[in-house]
């Protein structure tokens, strides 16, 4: 199965580790919807106009439990931090599949992450 990450999940960040096993297909991909800053140190990915910028990779059924529980998700739980679903990613070889995590807490207009990347957005703060 493929996953689109955006945040702390890609090379480099705090919690790539969880990825350690898995195959890298993708180092630029998109997906539709808008970025913002929780202010606790990861993005949050909501639905709606925009791109958002990330990396797609190949994992495994066996992997896709400690992602969950890192993303805050229990399939058929209905106070999850993040919802997971499947949706187009983008990338230089065409149109993939793949699971993606949606953030289902409000967030404030003002911490829209412009950009679309967190890692733009770390490092330069736009």
């Known amino acids: 199965m493929k996953l689109f990450v955006y945040g702390t999940l890609m090379t480099g960040e705090g919690n790539h580790f969880f990825l350690r096993r898995a195959k890298l297909?993708?180092?630029?991909?998109?997906?539709?919807?808008?970025?913002?800053?929780?202010?606790?140190?990861?993005?949050a990915l909501v639905r709606g106009a925009g791109e958002v910028w990330g990396e797609l990779y190949a994992i495994t059924s066996s992997q896709l439990p400690a992602i969950d529980e890192l993303e805050g998700y229990q399939d058929g739980r209905t106070w999850n931090l993040y919802s997971r679903e499947t949706v187009?990613?983008?990338?230089?070889?065409?149109?993939?599949?793949?699971?993606?995590?949606?953030?289902?807490?409000?967030?404030k207009a003002e911490k829209r992450i412009a950009s679309g990347s967190w890692k733009t957005h770390r490092i330069s703060g736009s």
């Open 25 to 43: 297909l993708n180092r630029q991909a998109r997906v539709n919807g808008s970025l913002y800053d929780t202010g606790l140190g990861y993005p």
């Open 88 to 107: 187009d990613a983008f990338t230089e070889n065409g149109t993939e599949r793949a699971l993606v995590y949606y953030y289902n807490k409000p967030v």
